[in-house]
């Protein structure tokens, strides 16, 4: 067993048993948003076989234009909200912890899709990542109504009970885009150096931190890579990330979950921290790693097709007994084995297999 992985976390009213967080993976397996008995079964199976926080697949907020696609469960509606009071009763009552990600897809969403296909694409300032205006510029009045939709859903998270939010601010979707330059043209409160194109991120930690109270953690997760450009980057120099994220910090953010497509990778020269390690170093605050935990290569050969061979733990877990980063999200693995996390806790080790790419078309 490994003594890193396997110790407690504490955050504000939040208690887990371990270390190891379940990363969002969006499934695609809620017909019209409504989160059933599958998906519910789906979480708690691995809540029960030793994950410390489950953070569900990307639910999208209120916004008509916050989806790109109809099974993509919802947080907002009442039958949505039914779907997912059961999966967080059944979360707990197998002993675990969840948190729904928060999240609205920004430009990466084509128009005439998702749950609302007349519904506008909502974005900074109508720009793609290439710098093309293809959209009207939003209001001042509908960028505040999209930061108040995360704080809509936040409050509904309160309410049916869940351990915790995560805010998703990565990956070149709504919030990132935001961040990007290329894509945030505004003039106003919400543009301006990245610093100030923190504004809209901070002003949803804000809002959702009001909608929930003080006893429930907020995540945020960022990255510096985007879906539209592997190779970008917000902060190219440590001083620019720390303040980036002391935005963050000061809006009263509690745990900031640190993306990268492998974990291993160092975030500067000259240093063999990786993002997370950075991130807690300049803000003090907790870190979540992520990035082909005990995989051999990233994610994205997995939407190809590809699989990926197993590789050690021993690494993360000499990481994480430093104190470089608090928590560690798993993705693909625990995809395809639920008892991933209680394998590597009664060393089991032997038992876990290479990943098969053909466990994103399953709901195990």
Known sequence: MSNSLFQPFSCRGMTLSNRIVMAPMTRSFSPNGVPGDNVADYYARRAAADVGLIVTEGTTVDRPGASSDENVPLFHGE????????????????????????WHTGMTRKPGTGHHPDGATDSPSGLTHKGKLVAAVPSETDVDDMVA?????????????????????????????????????RED???????????FAADIISECRKAVGDDMPIILRFSQWKQQDYNARLAQTPQELEAFLKVFVDAGVDILHCS???????????SSLNLAGWAKKLTGLPTITVGSVGLSSDFIGAFMGEGSEL???DDIEERLAKGEFDLVAVGRALLQDPFWAQKIKEGRQDELESYDAAALQTLF
Request: with cysteine.
């Open 260 to 270: 990268q497509r492998r974990y291993w990778e160092p975030e500067f020269e000259g």
């Open 189 to 199: 409160k919400y543009g301006g150096d990245l610093t100030d194109r923190t504004r």
């Open 79 to 102: 039958a949505s909200l039914d779907g997912w009071s059961k999966v967080c009763e059944s979360v707990h009552a197998a002993g675990g912890k969840i948190a729904p990600q928060l």
């Open 311 to 313: 590789s050690s733990l």
């Open 149 to 185: 939709s995360f704080a809509r859903s936040a409050a509904h998270a309160a309410k049916l009970g869940f351990d915790s939010i995560e805010i998703h601010g990565a990956h070149g979707y709504l919030v990132d885009e935001f961040f990007w330059e290329i894509m945030n043209a």
